[in-house]
């Protein structure tokens, strides 16, 4: 957000604010002006579970006690709670503050979140500042990025706070690593070549999932170059978009339907469609529903995140009760729950209804959103499934998440008769035509990798459940876009043989069951294997940044190719034209003569299994400047790069 404070009250008028921005560019969106009701009876749409697009993850919003206050006991349970009043949230936004001393701040509502199933991430607006350096940006001559030389100390600041939390029983789910770089006039800026340098070298270190850029308008330019660039890409989990003024034609991105493949593609923060008005105004929220709709099908984005979950225009009011705003969020968030798949249907059967559906292979929820003036008749039809019932929640003008009698269901077909403005959701109780099973297994958990040689790597993970049983798990390997088979098994564990030496690769899991199902597949995890004769299990990359006459700047980044973490690391070589080391970050180094020795900071002393931990420095140098021949870790060999 562009301020600490609330966005229609926020202080420096030298600023460009996000209003004016949104002003500017015409995108406070007014609802869809209704047009006369067809004459001619709707056609049906159709539902077919068996085509399945995203999965979706979830739906939230932002706590962030230092600028809206904490939420209550009272409000956490509204929020992520799904009985009767509540939203039914299933994701929680938290900030990662560059002081670590105000940490705790996060975690009461994070753990009550998390206690009712809700998943955790985080963002951070600024890096601590001593990693922070002022520059020149156009008119801002105090506009503030973080330092090249202080990636891997920001990769740490990052790791602590997730052990932070885990320590305080909040497994985060993924972190950020900047919170809209492209719209920083108050915090940090960042460029998309500085976040894929970020991600390509640092990021791998960071012990959660990882996102970005989280653009404040889904800015494809901020986020093709992570999709163009096979290292950066291996490092990001979640593509993550903000949608502020973004039009609907922007919402697709086949660049990452082609290239993204295996990653999360998060919408993690909007309001819609405004700050200035009250979240219950109407019919002007019923605008959240279709926006919603937008974000699922046309964006296909898998989690949908509001900005202040408590606020006068937000799902929560002040007094913390549901608004309009908030219900238009709670007809897809209660129903439509984390592991549910979006499945085909029309998405815009007649003028001014839009639907969507999705199911969890036992019951099928169909969201319809009506923004015409005059009530609609829609029927809709399932494919391959009997339907045996249809419960129907609604809110318009005088109803808010009112539960309504269901239409009868015969031959898999029921017509809804949808309120003017208004949304209606259906949940529809299926069983499989024929008695087939269509309901997939669980997740796998996320995998590890033990014993790793040059050519072999074992696979462990947390088992998948099913209602029927586990037939099975299929490991893949995961490169850019593709996935290629890589093993089976019966059990939670595998073998993949046939690697090769001193590779990274990266793996997931599918579970399925007797029925064929396949479920999600489950978070990644990277392994480097060894170099056959290196007996280090380590690998490491140097390169020169910068140079002058008598001088230069050179960066050395250390892997752990190993299955377990290394910690108080010592690193050798030697430099072979007289280079003088004259200052380091990240480390120690130690020269006695062409023999230099590094040992880590302290927040590079471990270097987790799979990762790595970056070290730069000044040098002097003659008339040459060769790269060292080799490089031990803790008297192992080391691969280079």
Known sequence: MTSPQDESTAPGPQRLRRRAVLAAMGALPLLAVALPPATAAAAAVVVDPGKRRQTIRGFGGMNHPAWAGDLTAAQRDTAFGNGTGQLGFSILRIHIDENSANWSAEVATAQRAAALGALVFASPWNPPAALVETFVRGSQTDAKRLRHDSYAAYAQHLNDFHAFMKSNGVDLYAISIQNEPDYAQDWTWWTAAEIVTFLRDNAGSIGTRVIAPESFQYVKSMSDPILNDAAALANLDILGAHLYGTSYADFPYPLFQQKGQGRELWMTEVYYPNSTDSADLWPASLGVAEHMHHALVDAEFQAYVWWYIRRSYGPLREDGQISKRGAMMAHFSKFVRPGYARIDAAATPQTNVWTSAYTDGSSVVVVAVNTGTAAATQPFTLAGTTASAVSCWVTDATRTLAA????????GTFTGTLPAQSVTTFVVTTGPSGGTDTKPPSTPGTPAATAVTATSATLSWPASTDDTGVAGYDVVRV?????TAAATSTTSQATVTGLAAATAYTFAVYARDAAGNRSARSARVTLTTSAGSSTGGCGVGYRVTNSWSGGFQGEIVISNTGAA?????????????????TQMWGGTAAQSGAAVTVTPADYTRTIPAGGSVTVGFLANQGGSNPAPAAFTLDGGTCTTA
Request: proline share 3%; glycine share 16%.
């Open 404 to 411: 309504q009698s269901g239409p009868a269901v015969a031959n």
């Open 479 to 483: 490169s850019g876009g593709t996935e």
């Open 565 to 581: 973490a290394r910690s108080g690391w010592s690193l050798a070589f030697a430099f072979t034209a007289g280079q003088t080391i």
